[in-house]
């Protein structure tokens, strides 16, 4: 069993950067892949990035390709999403997951999700 806990969302400014964590428990965590999503209102779960259980391994959606950058420090349970040059268009609940294989991850088949932090970019 793998409990997550999202922090670090907020409000920001268009241009600005936040830095969101998803805190995990258990001690299997580093054999997760874990993967970061996003909920607009009025919109489907879209897929934001993930990485494998290394840290080796990510994989980004394309609107987010080199403005977003996630992370893991497996010593402290902790994966991290670091979003810059944020639009408008970035506003959603973000939810990060986890899952034994990035494949799955990246289609959205994580096996624990934790509940999300809302991130809203101002114009």
């Known amino acids: 069993q793998v409990q997550l806990v999202e922090s670090g969302g907020g409000l920001v400014r268009a241009g600005g950067s936040l830095r969101l964590s998803c805190a995990a428990s258990?001690?299997?965590?580093?054999?997760?892949?874990m993967g970061w999503f996003r909920q607009a209102p009025g919109k489907e779960r879209e897929f934001v990035g993930a990485?494998?259980?290394?840290?080796?391994?990510?994989n980004y959606a394309n609107s987010v390709k080199g403005r977003f950058t996630i992370s893991r420090d497996n010593a402290k349970n902790t994966v991290y999403l670091q979003m810059n040059s944020l639009k408008p268009e970035d506003t959603a609940v973000y939810t990060c997951?986890?899952?034994?294989?990035?494949?799955?991850?990246?289609?959205?088949?994580?096996?624990?999700w934790g509940q999300g932090t809302q991130v809203t970019v101002s114009s």
């Open positions: 997951a986890a899952g034994r294989i990035l494949a799955s991850v990246v289609a959205g088949g994580g096996d624990y």
């Open positions: 990485v494998n259980w290394s840290g080796g391994v990510t």
């Open positions: 258990g001690r299997t965590f580093s054999t997760y892949a």
